[in-house]
């Protein structure tokens, strides 16, 4: 569960990202999150991350409290989220197979669970035969899955995906966001997407909340261009 | 903690070490000058405090007397010493006699003072016996005495107290000189380590970003980094103590054979084999550690 409460984040530098955000999403949520440029999506995203405090209000994430938490109980709060990059940040000297393993071994699995579970995470994402490829040598969408392979082979409860779609071609992040509403509807995890993609929002009609200079403007289930 | 794949942390730890080999070379390097200058003010005091202890011990004055010395000046010589207070024996050497010694000493080459035979260019000489336990100031005053026998025939007084107050001098000298290049030393083995790990560091920071949003803690992301400065510490400190035992047995050849006949004592290295090692892997360990503690806080601040 994500819970916002009067939640503002100014930065050092005086920017105003985030202005008395109310947010609540339930376990098992499918979220997407948009917004112009610079309306503070990626603030969001980085707050429930813990990758910054806010400044003011309360964050709860999974049943910790952001403002309050110690800095060694972070990794705690981490290993309930899986994260998905714009630009998916594999490791380009790793293999497809060291990638998802390397996710595991940060966290101190052992070794036997590390091989089972990463290579049975690749033959959910139709990723069989590419083990030893290495990143520059697969597709954008054999990539995308690799990195979402990543993301979830911890079990986190979260998936947080930031722009997931960002520079790939609009049938891959099709594809992408399918395997994301899968998850979600198969396994039940909450999933949080940040995205631009106006179609795939359209598309799914989830839940859309809509963030404008810092602020939600708009937060609804269906189509973000909807008429009202 | 339980720490997992520890075969995996120490191969990242090897790899940061030869990823940046040159500098790791440096580290290691200017590692090993740190300590073997460290083990090196060490020994040498202890050395130098050693030959104090064993002069101060040594309650002899030598008295050498003018060379046309009859018989009889000698015996009011002998008299007049013996009087003189906290004296208590006074032997006569005289010049046949010193000679004498000094051929038995040199044993096999003997023959070297067969020219002196005729013409001996030792002296005579009082050796002076005094109390033992008489302080520094009582045998000031002893020797004062003997100087003002100058006119009875006296002309040369050899006071070891004179070398023990050098020697002492010298020490000080050594340990403040060389305690300032250590600490001169450290700080820069300090910075060389530091940025040797923090080029590890940079060159995984990919990684540790990656492993920080998987949920990795702060101390295994910084373990590989620490055991890479301990290990290059612990190497520095197995080559800095071969390095060291080697140029300590050829100083002390080199010592034993200026030294005026078992006037100089060399202490035998196994007598610092264990405090050293422990010093040297103790310190090399220490600046390893710590510089890669800095080296990661450098990175967290970015
Ligand atoms: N580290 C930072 N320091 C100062 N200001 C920042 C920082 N990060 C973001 N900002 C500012 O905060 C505001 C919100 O930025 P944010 O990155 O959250 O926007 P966004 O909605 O993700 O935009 P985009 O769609 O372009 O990714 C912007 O005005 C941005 O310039
Ligand atoms: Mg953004």
Partial sequence: MIELQNV???????????KNVNLHIDDGEFVFIVGASGAGKTTLSRLLLREEKPTSGQILVNGFNLKRMPEWRVPKLRRTLGVVFQNFRLLPHMTVYENVAFAMRAVGKKKKDIEKTAK????????????????????????????????????????????????????LSRELMKLLVDINESVGKTVVVITHEQELVDY??????TLKDGEIVSDRTGGMFDED | MRIRNLGYVFRLAFQGIFRNGFMSFASILVLICCLVVTGSTYVLTENITYNIDQL?????????????????????????????GNVSEVRLITKDEALKSYEEEYGDF??????????????????????????????????????????????????????????DDLKNVISIVLTWLTILLFVISFFVVMNTIRLSVFSRREEIAIMHYVGATRFFVALPFLIEGTVLGLFSAAIAYG???????????????????????????????????????????ATGLVAGFAALRGDKKK
Wanted: with cysteine; proline share 4%.
């Fill in chain 2, 243 to 285: 390095v060291q035992y080697f140029l300590y047995g050829a100083l002390s050849a080199e010592v034993l054979g200026i030294g005026e006949n078992g006037f100089v004592t060399v202490l035998p290295f196994e007598k610092f084999q264990w405090i050293l090692a422990i010093i040297f892997a103790a310190v090399s360990v």
């Fill in chain 1, 8 to 18: 503002t984040k100014t930065y050092p530098n005086g920017t105003k990202a985030l």
């Fill in chain 1, 204 to 209: 799914y009609r989830k839940r859309v909340v």
């Fill in chain 2, 110 to 167: 003997s023959y070297l003072f067969d020219m002196f035979e005729e013409d001996n260019p030792l002296k005579d000489s009082f050796e002076v016996t005094y109390k033992e336990g008489i302080s520094l100031k009582e045998i000031n005053t002893l020797v004062n005495s003997l100087e003002n026998l100058e006119e009875d025939g006296i002309v040369k007084i050899n006071n070891r107290q004179d070398i023990t107050k050098k020697l």
């Fill in chain 1, 120 to 171: 049975s995470m690749l033959g959910v994402m139709h990723l069989d035969g590419k083990e030893n490829n290495f990143p520059d040598e697969l597709s954008g969408g054999e990539q995308q899955r690799v990195a979402l392979a990543r993301a979830l082979v911890n079990n986190p409860s979260t998936i947080i995906a930031d722009e997931p779609t960002g520079n790939i071609d609009p049938r």
């Fill in chain 2, 56 to 84: 101060s011990g040594y309650n002899k004055i030598v008295c050498f007397v003018k060379e046309d010395a009859a018989e009889f000046e000698l015996a009011s010589l002998q008299e007049k010493i013996e009087k003189i």
